[in-house]
């Protein structure tokens, strides 16, 4: 004990500071630890909150970032495929434009050359009708002055023997 | 009066060979003008019946005019002479043509050349 007091320790005093420590504790405790506990666990759960929406806002992204890597993958092939595919068909339209516009040529140039010989037929049966006519007529004309009286007369007997035997 | 009787008529003025002043007068008075029109086609007809018309391109002899009497016995020889035909004879009797003349010759090669 005297050494304790040699040292300056006083146990009223000391055990005054352990009632004001004990006080101070219970007022502590009582009025500050609790809100300041709630305090700190309400801001420890905003903060676990907020690194929950965070992970999951990232995740979010990150399921976004893939979707849209997806959607664009999808789209991407999606457009090459189309693109393929109206290629092939415009492929396919071409040659058929080119058969039909073919196949018209080809009628249409049939068309003319039937139209140009049946006109070139046309041409040689009136020129040939023409041809005749103007032989009939220049015959005609010649035969006129062809025969003398005595080739006449004998044409006329010739005629007259066929109508008895005829 | 009827066609039947008509035609009689037109039979027998056909088998005279002139209609005479007597059967001319009884036409013209007796029959009204649509009358008149039938007789003259009836008498047409009879005068074909009894004709036959002979195209030459000259003048028959009368040698060929024998002939043709022989052949056409009881017709009316009608002879025309037409320098178309060039040569030959072509001979008509009602209907019937028959045709040996030069023209005809010609006629039917350039027929045949169409």
């Known amino acids: 004990m005297e050494i304790l007091n040699q040292f300056g320790f006083d146990i009223k005093l000391f055990a005054a500071q352990i009632v004001n420590f004990l006080v101070i504790a219970y007022i502590f405790k009582r009025f500050l630890y609790k809100p300041l506990l709630a305090t700190l666990k309400k801001r420890q759960e905003l903060i676990a909150k907020g690194l929950k929406d965070a992970q999951k806002a990232s995740e979010a992204l990150e399921n976004a970032e893939n979707q849209k890597t997806e959607i664009l993958g999808k789209a991407s092939k999606e457009s090459e495929r189309i693109l393929n595919e109206t290629r092939q068909q415009s492929i396919v339209v071409r040659d058929e434009i080119m058969d039909t516009a073919k196949k018209d040529v080809e009628k249409l140039m049939e068309q003319t050359r039937e139209q140009i010989k049946q006109e070139h037929d046309n041409f040689m049966s009136e020129a040939k009708k023409t041809s005749l006519e103007i032989s009939r007529i220049i015959l005609t004309e010649t035969v006129k002055e062809l025969f003398d009286k005595k080739e006449q007369e004998i044409l006329i007997k010739k005629g007259i023997t066929k109508l008895k035997n005829s | ?114």
Do not use: P
């Open chain 2, 1 to 114: 009066m009827k066609k039947n009787n008509l035609k009689h008529l037109a039979e027998l003025t056909a088998k005279e060979k002139t209609i005479s002043k007597k059967t001319g007068d009884f036409i013209l008075k007796s029959l009204n003008r649509k009358n008149v029109k039938i007789f003259l086609h009836f008498y047409r007809n009879e005068l074909q019946k009894k004709r036959t018309y002979v195209t030459t391109a000259s003048v028959l002899s009368s040698e060929s005019l024998k002939s043709l009497k022989n052949l056409f016995k009881e017709k009316i020889i009608v002879s025309n002479i037409d320098s178309n035909v060039g040569a030959g004879i072509k001979v008509r009797q009602e209907d019937i043509i028959i045709d040996y003349t030069f023209k005809r010759y010609i006629d039917d090669t350039i027929e045949l050349l169409k």
